[in-house]
């Protein structure tokens, strides 16, 4: 924990508290009075009388009863007066003007709604008092700040979403501020950011200063890091508390391209460490596909760390002139490709015959020029689906025909014959060097080194696109790279040998890093340097709660701005997500390689509030409560007293009330689970999903039973009683139909959940989501159930969804509908859309969809309300208004007829349009 | 004032208390094995005792001819002497009767009148004759003793009668003939007054008494506790105390030196003294009965 709360109590009648004066008073009453005589019918009374009592004081009342009855009428006057616990923002109202600063970062993401829920008490507070408030995100670009009244602010709170980055330079917000005093709230994520001193200092000779802390459970992910045959995960913590176990999942595309948990690891922080590392040994297959790594359950964007090319290891495959094989190994002309190459890619080698079959990611040709038709075909259509075909010139590339060169497809540039010699003892000039890259090339940024010497290359015929084909030349224009784009892949030709023949170029550093450039190696040791000169382009981003969103309209972003980023952690122009150039894909994440979490250090002056301090917690219902608990007790000890209760009774009674209290014993809980098996497959169930929330799932329960009632009555199905599904614990094989009602606050789910789900949708189960706020399902408006509904849905194997299309079965299986209300009218429900590919039925006005049932059914109407009906068969909620409601209602649940129809047949109603034709065809 | 309506409810509630008492004491009366209890001697009766000799001055008709036919002398046949004998019952209907302290436990009115009527039952089955010392809610009245089955049928109405309105009623000695069997039912936690004088009355009618004090067992073991105001179940007595766990024993000693008085007034008059409590099934009290009954005659 950071700080503890500073933890109040408070009264809302607190006046009320005076009467516990008046305790000691009824304690003197209490004793004076002896408890109440009881009257008993006896016939022996006749023997009784004249029995005087031998001591008249004895029986007082008892000091353990008095005591009890004090509590319970102390308790019962601390209930009354109304004790709310920490009312931190109700015990000091303030005045003036109020700046509320917000930490909107990925580390306040995790517990962002009870953020939001703070931030709107707080503005409805200083309403309430008349403060100007002005309020800022600190994780946005500064801005002065401006006072306005707390209600255009809270009007404004929805839109404060937490950024995916960190507070940078704090200190770039002491202009912002406004002049004269004012009080400070600030809503902090606890981490420390540079030049936050100087803020807080700033802040503290304005007025006092407030900071409010959230959650200290944070962790975040570093960038994973491929190194000695394993990936290693960092995590990181600001705040060294006990041990903790974290679960680390990777997550990637399996190759039907649904996402799956391809490998778990588990980060042990140990106790008042910050940091923990975990391994994930994944064979080269799937850890090419790993594209994220998330710490399972959290929701934030520091959970998440993205995977981009540094993990990958390519198939390169060496394919030189199988004559070769006698000659020396340093003349190899694959030598040096081999020791460049090794550390990190998976090679190949063998004849082009031999290394397509394995699907190379890069296939390098040295100095090979005869190819056989089959062989140019074949490496053809391979680089056509998008291989790199890397080609270098040699002795016999010099030599070949090149009328035969001209024609080759595998060549980018049509070569001269002959080769070109310079700074030999025979030729002109000295050896030549090499030009700047130009722009346009993918090695633009890389530094030349001095002593680059080529000697001899093969030469290009000008035409028109060797300029634009040119990606490396010498200092006297000569082309010495070129390549050419081919289908999606592209064919690049060194102009020089693999080997040390040539030229020096293979033993220097810059053949690894332009290997590297062109992503054919992965070994980003000095990150700037590769990424120098190049812009990236953003492909997709993370948002604050670590949810990937597309990059819209980001500008591109420079190389040397994101080696930055990805050293310092990214920032509002680099937000953490994929950027991409043609060959090369970069992850940044929310933590940069050089930043440590640090927990914030606040200076003296500044007060700290815990977070939970914001919610006060009334405490008049558990006063009232203990008072009647001891009136209770009371009632039964006086009962003891006087004789009425049979000896052994107290106990038995609280023996009962301690087991009805107690929790059910969890023995048999397998039993449970087959009862449970058994009940589910006794007929057809429809489930729900259970939120949480008691209300909402009493409602889906309901609105299933008048749904069940109403298909008992119209239809051939007879649906048993429904079913709560617990998502996490129950199997959902059993249940053909699911109803996820969403709420605002729906928790995100586990990965082995998500797995479950996908195969109970890819099993032909179907989920009928419903945010029940009447809400478009998503498009375009964001309601907080909608938004909710996408950071579930994001896990899931969802297909592409259109809006319910006018011939859609769900429209005529069983009744004919245009529409489909609940409680609500109107919201578009949306299904799997259709194949781009179907076509108008010949005399039918439907198109032929046979196939794809849609797993699910999204939408808003908040069906089950419309459905619900109470154990008499009554409608729970009232629908619209009057007779139009009733009509309303009717529709809701024929629309549950033709869902459940649905369900269970599929698109049978679609395959009827076949009838005429099938009875042709029998002849009738 | 007594209207036909209320009349027939009571007759109605007492159609409905009959049959259940009469039931009950024939069931009750059914566990005594009962043998013709003859007297053992000759005597006034129906079975054959012996046949002796003839003395002088036996009335020739008295002379069985056929046994002295058969030998030279002649004898006189004798039968058992079966004398039937008057017990007289008295059940304590007064309020105080009319309690029972748990609700498992029937009222001791109840078990003194089954108690009462079981034996009537038996000894009516033994050829005696039963009266009762009080015929239904007249107290003056008397129903006479007298045997055969139709006594029951008049008994059992008297006894399911109304409650006298009194807490402690008197012991009733009316109709007790010279020379017979009293039975007294009660509680005998009234004033020992009345209870003197009817005993002195039937000392005095050279009656044996049988006293059965019914108590319920609350009124045996006084298990009360605390501050307590104990009232009568007429209501005319009360007593209040503060530490009812303390009068206990006090309690005990007084109930024990009643029993005591009982037990001496019984001997008085050769008869004795029982105490039966409602929480002990009630055959156990009818045997002691049946056998105080016989055994008086030894």
Do not use: C
């Not at chain 2, 029972?100 to 089955?125: F, I, Q, T």
């Amino acid at each position: 924990m950071t700080g503890l709360l500073p933890v109040g109590l408070g009264f809302d009648a607190p006046l009320l508290l005076l009467t516990l004066l008046a305790l000691p008073i009824l304690w003197w009453l209490l004793r004076a009075i002896p408890p109440a005589p009881v009257l008993r019918r006896f016939p022996g009374v006749a023997l009784l009388i004249g029995l005087d009592d031998r001591d008249t004081t004895s029986d007082r009342t008892p000091w353990w009863l008095l005591v009890l009855r004090i509590l319970a009428v102390g308790a019962a006057i601390i209930g009354f007066a109304g004790p709310v616990l920490a009312p931190a923002q109700a015990d000091r109202p303030g005045s003036g003007p109020l700046v509320i600063l917000v930490d909107g970062t990925w580390a306040a993401a995790a517990d962002w709604t009870a953020r939001s829920a703070y931030l709107s008490d707080l503005l409805a507070q200083a309403q309430r008092l008349g403060r100007p408030v002005a309020l800022a995100n600190l994780a946005d670009t500064p801005e002065p700040l401006i006072f306005q009244s707390a209600d255009t602010w809270a009007g404004r709170l929805a839109a404060l979403q937490p950024r995916a980055w960190a507070r940078a330079r704090d200190a770039d917000w002491l202009p912002a501020l406004p002049e004269g005093r004012f009080e400070t709230r600030w809503l902090s994520d606890g981490l420390d950011a540079p030049g936050t001193s100087d803020l807080t200092a700033a802040l503290l000779a304005r007025g006092p200063v407030t900071v409010t802390l959230g959650r200290a459970n944070l962790v975040a992910l570093r960038t994973p890091v491929f190194a000695d045959g394993a990936i290693t995960v960092g995590a990181e913590r600001p705040f060294a508390g006990p041990a903790a176990d974290v679960q680390v999942v990777a997550l990637g595309p399996d190759p039907s391209g649904v996402e799956r948990d391809l490998g778990r690891a588990v980060l042990a922080f140990g106790k008042g460490a910050t940091r923990a590392e975990a391994r994930i040994d994944l064979p080269p297959e799937l850890r090419n596909r790993i594209q994220r790594f998330e710490l399972d359950g959290a929701a934030h964007a520091g959970a998440v760390a993205l995977t981009d090319d540094s993990l990958k290891r390519r198939k390169v495959a060496l394919v030189s002139d199988a004559a070769d094989k006698e000659g020396l190994q340093l003349l190899s002309p694959l030598h040096y490709l081999r020791k460049a190459l090794e550390p990190d890619a998976v090679l190949i080698e063998g004849g082009v015959g031999d290394v397509l079959p394995a699907r190379p990611d890069v296939i390098v040709l040295a100095d090979v020029a005869q190819l056989t038709e089959t062989e140019t075909k074949g490496l053809a259509d391979w680089v056509g689906r998008g291989g790199l075909l890397l080609r270098f010139a040699g002795p016999r590339l010099a030599a070949a025909d090149p009328v035969r060169l001209a024609d080759d497809p595998l060549m980018p540039v049509r070569l001269r014959g002959g080769g070109k010699s310079v700074g030999g003892a025979m030729s002109w000039g000295a050896p030549k060097t090499l030009a700047a890259f130009p722009e346009s090339s993918p090695f633009h940024g890389l530094v030349l080194p001095e002593d680059l010497q080529v000697k001899t290359q093969v030469l290009a015929e000008p035409d028109a696109a060797l300029t634009a084909n040119t990606v490396a030349a010498l200092d006297d224009g000569t082309p010495l790279v070129t390549r050419k784009a081919l289908g999606q892949g592209q064919v690049v030709l060194f102009h020089v040998t693999a080997n040390a023949d040539w030229s020096n170029l293979p033993l220097s550093g810059l053949f690894v890093q332009m290997l590297e450039r062109l992503s054919i190696s992965t070994r980003s040791q000095d990150q700037a340097a590769i990424l120098a000169g190049q812009t990236f382009v953003p492909r997709r981003v993370l948002d604050g709660f670590g949810q990937m969103q597309g990059a819209g309209n980001l500008a591109g972003v420079a190389g040397a701005a994101l080696a930055a980023t990805l050293q310092a952690g990214p920032v509002a122009a680099v937000p953490p997500g994929i950027y991409a150039t043609a060959e090369r894909t970069v992850a940044v994440n929310a933590l940069g390689a050089g930043q440590v979490l640090s927990p914030m250090a606040w200076p003296a002056g500044v007060t700290i509030e815990g977070f939970a301090a914001a919610k006060p917690q009334d405490l008049k219902g558990a006063f009232l409560v203990a008072a009647l608990l001891l009136a209770l007790l009371d009632i039964l000890a006086a009962l003891r007293l006087s004789g009425r209760l049979a000896r052994g009774a107290p106990a038995a009674l609280a023996l009962g009330l301690a087991l009805s209290l107690g929790p059910a014993p969890q023995a048999r809980a397998q039993d449970a689970a087959d009862q449970r098996a058994i009940q589910a497959t006794e007929g057809v169930v429809l489930a729900y999903v259970e939120t949480g929330d008691p209300a909402v799932d009493e409602i889906s329960k309901a609105g299933l039973t008048g749904l069940g009632d109403q298909l008992l009555a119209r239809t051939a199905v007879e649906p048993q009683a429904p079913m709560g599904v617990d998502l996490a614990r129950d199997e959902l094989a059993f249940f053909p139909f699911l109803y996820w009602p969403v709420t605002e606050d729906a928790a995100p789910l586990a990965a082995a959940t998500y797995e479950k789900l996908n195969r109970y949708l890819r099993n032909g189960g179907m989920i009928l989501f419903d945010t029940g706020d009447g809400d478009g399902s998503g498009m375009g408006g964001a309601s907080p159930r909608t938004q909710a509904l996408q950071r579930i849905a994001a896990g899931l194997d969802i297909p592409p969804l259109e809006p319910v299309p006018e011939d859609h079965v769900l429209t005529r299986s069983f009744y004919l509908l245009q529409d489909f209300p609940g409680r609500f009218v109107g919201a578009p429900v949306w299904v799997e859309a259709a194949p781009p590919d179907a076509a108008l039925e010949k005399g039918m006005p439907f198109r032929n969809l046979n196939d794809g049932v849609t797993p699910v059914v999204i939408g808003g109407n908040d069906w089950a309300s419309a459905w619900a009906v109470d154990d008499y068969g009554v409608p729970l909620l009232p629908v619209g208004r009057g007779g139009a409601g009733e009509r309303q209602r009717e529709y809701a649940y024929r629309f549950g007829v033709n869902l459940i129809m649905y369900v269970l047949t599929g698109n049978y109603k679609s395959d009827q349009v076949h009838v005429p034709a099938l009875l042709e065809r029998l002849g009738q | 004032m007594r209207s036909v309506s209320s009349l027939r409810a009571r007759a109605e509630g007492l159609g409905a208390v009959l049959p259940p008492l009469l039931a009950d004491a024939e069931h009750l009366a059914a566990t005594v094995i009962l043998g013709e209890h003859g007297r053992r001697r000759a005597g006034m009766g129906d079975d054959f005792w012996q046949y002796r000799p003839a003395h002088a001055g036996d009335a020739a008709h008295s002379i069985d001819w056929r046994r002295s036919a058969r030998s030279d002398a002649h004898f006189v046949r004798e039968l058992e002497w079966q004398a039937a004998q008057s017990v007289t019952l008295w059940v304590d209907q007064g309020q105080s009767m009319h309690f029972a302290s748990a609700k498992g436990l029937p009222e001791k009115v109840d078990r003194a009148r089954l108690l009462g009527l079981a034996l009537a039952l038996v000894l009516l089955r033994g050829g005696e004759r039963v009266g009762l010392a009080h015929a239904g809610d007249d107290p003056g009245a008397a129903i006479a003793p007298r045997s055969g089955r139709s006594q029951a049928q008049v008994l059992a109405q008297a006894l399911a009668g109304r409650a006298a309105p009194d807490d402690y009623a008197p012991p009733l000695t009316a109709g007790v003939e010279a020379r017979s069997l009293v039975v007294l039912l009660s509680d005998f936690l009234g004033d020992i007054g009345p209870i003197l004088r009817a005993m002195a009355d039937i000392a005095n009618r050279g009656a044996r008494a049988l006293l059965v004090q019914v108590l319920d067992p609350a009124e045996r073991d006084f298990p009360y506790q605390g501050r307590v105001i104990f009232r009568s179940i007429g209501g005319g007595l009360a007593h209040e105390t503060r530490q009812a766990g303390d009068l206990r024993a006090r309690y005990r000693q007084r109930l024990g030196e009643r029993q005591d008085e009982l037990t001496r007034l019984a001997g008085h008059s050769g008869g004795r003294f029982h105490l039966l409590t409602t929480g002990a099934p009630a055959t156990e009290g009818l045997q002691w009965l049946y056998r105080a009954v016989q055994g008086g005659r030894g």
